[in-house]
């Protein structure tokens, strides 16, 4: 919340400046959500289901990392706010890993790659919590206003598909272009060690520049009370107590299961892209702007939906919509009614279909992010402390893990069906793929329908959001009333 009341408005610099940390967040997801998988089994020779495990139990450790890190963000005091210490410290650390995950030792055996990805996947996984923790938390500390808060998860949702997107871009069309020794140029090594170093050198950038450009507003953060020093059994304690409010629960049950299905889709793209459409590294590179150009319109959509009917109700239907099209292509190709390969509308049609389930998705993923930072306030009257740090890192944590099921799920398909490492697109068996594509659709569907539903048990609205802001105000008003009627010790 905002301390003083005379502090300037949240203006565009600063939201961008909040939303721009996000790129590097955006180069490890798709790091680990599109090429990782890929990068080890097609072209290192590593079974897909043994990294798409190492990959899983990379993430989940961040099970650990996570709300540690969102509680000691919540509890530091220093003159640079609490956030903004472990901003600053994670840029070398969260690069540097980073880098080192694309560039495994030569001549390991298959076991010893499966420990090097998990291993330094972990540190990946760690620093970029220092950064992407504390930074998500400030979101409700930057504004207290109910629609300002969608504006600037939006900020910081566009820039997160600006990274992962353009870093993809860049990626398929130019570091994996086909070169006479590599006419796939998605099984060219060289082209995955040329994202890690240009993706290490962004991340750097985007935190550093992000932590320095949101700084300023610091000495307008209103500063709780100090929290008495806890072991560990009562802080467990305060956690569960934390978590147990309903609306942040129902927030949790849906992304739960969109996520899931978000990292299986992110790490099937490429594989569908490769052997279902048939398509060259150039025109999947075509393929990843339809992510940022949905990213982008939802930067208008989300709070404009906000604005009209609610972010619980925008956030459901925008989820449903997203799914449908979003399954459009596949159900159109397995019943024959859609553009055969090769088919200069092919492309095309993948991208509008594509563009709009990415518009839906990203709003309705804005909307539910901007839902934590309502649960907070009301959070706060129940407990009495505010817990930005550990409610962000409890929804990322879910976000990070479920996803790492959905690319473990993903590798399971793929092994299940029979894509072997080092398959060429143009000898596989075009039921293979189109097999993939049959059990893909109805996992997509349950997945992403099933979890907007539980999003009915969130009960804030602008009205209760309003009220809270109103009581916590008041009783603000009281503690200082008390304290001024303390005599002084003198």
Not at 8 to 27: A, D, I, Q, R
Not at 178 to 194: D, H, M, S, W
Not at 242 to 253: P, S, Y
Not at 384 to 402: C, H
């Amino acid at each position: 919340m905002i301390a003083d009341r005379s502090a300037p408005k949240l203006g565009l610099w600063t939201k961008l400046f909040y939303g721009f940390g996000s790129v590097g967040y955006g180069v490890k997801d798709v790091a680990f959500r599109s090429f990782l998988l890929l990068y080890y089994n097609q072209v290192i020779g590593i079974r897909a289901d043994l990294v798409s495990f190492a990959i899983l139990v990379a993430l989940c450790v961040d099970a650990i990392s996570d709300p540690i890190v969102g509680q000691w963000s919540d509890t530091v005091r220093t003159k640079w706010g609490r956030r903004h210490p472990f901003m600053f410290l994670s840029a070398i650390p969260a690069a540097g890993s980073l880098l080192f995950l694309f560039f495994p030792p030569e001549g390991m055996s298959e076991m010893q790659t499966f420990w090097y990805i998990l291993v330094v996947g972990c540190c990946v996984r760690t620093f970029i919590t220092f950064f992407e923790i504390p930074s998500s938390a400030l979101a409700p500390e930057l504004t207290s206003d109910y629609d300002q808060r969608t504006s600037i998860a939006s900020f910081r949702y566009f820039f997160a598909y600006l990274g992962g997107v353009g870093m993809a871009f860049l990626t398929l069309l130019v570091f994996l272009a086909p070169t006479a020794e590599y006419p796939v140029g998605q099984l060219n090594p060289e082209g995955y060690r040329l994202f890690a170093i240009v993706g290490a050198a962004i991340m750097f950038a985007a935190i550093l520049i992000s932590s320095l450009g949101t700084l300023h507003r610091v000495k307008y953060f209103r500063m709780p009370p100090a929290r008495e020093k806890i072991g560990p059994i009562r802080t467990l304690v305060q956690m569960k107590s934390t978590f147990a409010h309903k609306g942040f629960l129902a927030i949790v049950a849906f992304g739960v299961l969109k996520y899931t299905s978000v990292g299986m889709t992110s790490a099937l793209n490429i594989y569908f892209g490769t052997y279902l459409w048939g398509l060259n590294s150039a025109q999947l590179a075509v393929l990843t702007i339809d992510s940022l150009t949905g990213a982008f319109l939802a930067l208008f959509i989300a709070p404009w939906a906000s604005r009209k009917i609610g972010k619980r109700n925008a956030a459901f239907g925008l989820a449903i919509i997203a799914v449908i099209f979003g399954s459009a292509p596949y159900v159109l190709r397995l019943t024959g009614h859609f553009f055969d390969n090769g088919d200069p509308l092919l492309v095309p049609a993948l991208f509008a279909f594509s563009t709009v389930f990415q518009m839906c998705g990203v709003s309705s993923a804005v909307l539910t992010h901007a839902m934590v930072g309502d649960v907070v306030e009301e959070s706060q009257l129940a407990t009495g402390r505010r817990s930005e740090g550990l409610f962000y890192a409890a929804n990322t944590l879910m976000q990070k893990s479920t996803s790492g099921i959905g690319v473990f799920a993903a590798g399971m398909l793929v092994a299940f069906v029979g894509i072997v490492p080092g398959m060429e697109p143009a000898t596989i068996d075009p039921a293979i793929p189109r097999l993939l594509a049959t059990v893909y659709v109805p996992t997509l569907i349950v997945l992403y329908i099933g979890g907007a539903g539980f999003l009915f048990a969130y009960r804030i609205d602008r009205t209760t959001h309003e009220a809270s802001l109103a009581e916590l105000e008041k009783r603000d008003r009281a503690a200082a009333s008390n304290a001024d009627d303390i005599p002084d010790p003198s």
